[in-house]
């Protein structure tokens, strides 16, 4: 089956920092989602980006469908961004979402 | 818009007994509705797929006759853990994605999980 790798497992920073997030899959794609798992367990969706680059306010994410990799920017962090964030992607001819290995984040102030 | 709504948040039961756990679209129509579930400190692990009207199909390793799932309507979805032990409790977590039409046809949208004890 499809692998689903992130990278760095876990990251810590402090306020205001940048950081970068990698997302790499090993079969081509039809969905790629972005989430970040808050401390209470809930998913809030960050960005549906198959494929292309957008941006949200501090965040923003690129998608590299042909070299199969997604990366999500998080700029000038703050302490509310701490949490588990992952990458999740559905195959062709599929419904399913298949979830990355997540990074947790912890931001300090 | 899209959200995605789950009874109860927390609950906690004695082994042997049944639990059920609803996952409710409240602002949209779900033909498809997934349920997940996540251990501590661990990704997220899809257990079925619902599909309103029709029978769900699950994951390989998933036991049908334990969780069972009936998706009655277009904004209904409900899993039940029937004879629960103590190796069921765990995050139970479900999506629901929007119809085709919506432009983001594969996009799913979380509920706010439901964390099962079982004592």
């Known amino acids: 089956g499809i692998q689903v790798e992130q990278s760095p497992p876990d990251l810590i920073l402090q306020e205001g920092a940048n950081s970068t997030l990698r997302c790499n899959f090993s079969?081509?794609?039809?969905?790629l989602q972005w989430f970040h798992q808050n401390p209470w367990g809930q998913l809030i969706n960050l960005f549906y980006?198959?494929?292309g680059t957008k941006q949200n306010g501090r965040l923003s994410a690129t998608t590299v469908a042909t070299e199969r990799y997604s990366l999500l920017y998080i700029s000038s962090s703050q302490t509310t961004d701490s949490g588990v964030y992952f990458c999740a992607v559905g195959l062709h001819n599929t419904d399913k979402l298949i979830f990355g290995t997540g990074t947790r984040l912890q931001v300090f102030p | 818009g899209a959200v995605v709504s789950q009874h109860p948040s927390r609950v906690i039961c004695k082994s042997g007994t049944s639990v059920k756990i609803e996952c409710r679209s409240l602002?949209?129509?779900?033909?498809?509705m997934f349920w997940y579930r996540q251990f501590p400190k661990k990704s997220l692990m899809l257990m079925a797929t619902?599909?309103?009207?029709?029978?769900?199909?699950?994951e390989q390793g998933v036991e049908k006759d334990k969780f069972l799932i009936n998706h009655a309507s277009l904004t209904l979805s409900t899993l039940t853990v029937t004879s629960a032990h103590p190796e069921d409790s765990s995050f139970y977590i479900c999506?629901?994605?929007?119809?085709?039409?919506?432009?983001?046809?594969?996009?799913?949208?979380f509920g706010p999980g439901t964390r099962l004890t079982v004592t």
């Open positions: 602002d949209f129509q779900a033909t498809t």
């Open positions: 079969d081509s794609v039809n969905n």
């Open positions: 999506s629901a994605r929007d119809t085709p039409t919506s432009g983001r046809p594969y996009e799913q949208y």
């Open positions: 619902s599909n309103e009207g029709s029978k769900a199909t699950y």
């Open positions: 980006i198959p494929s």
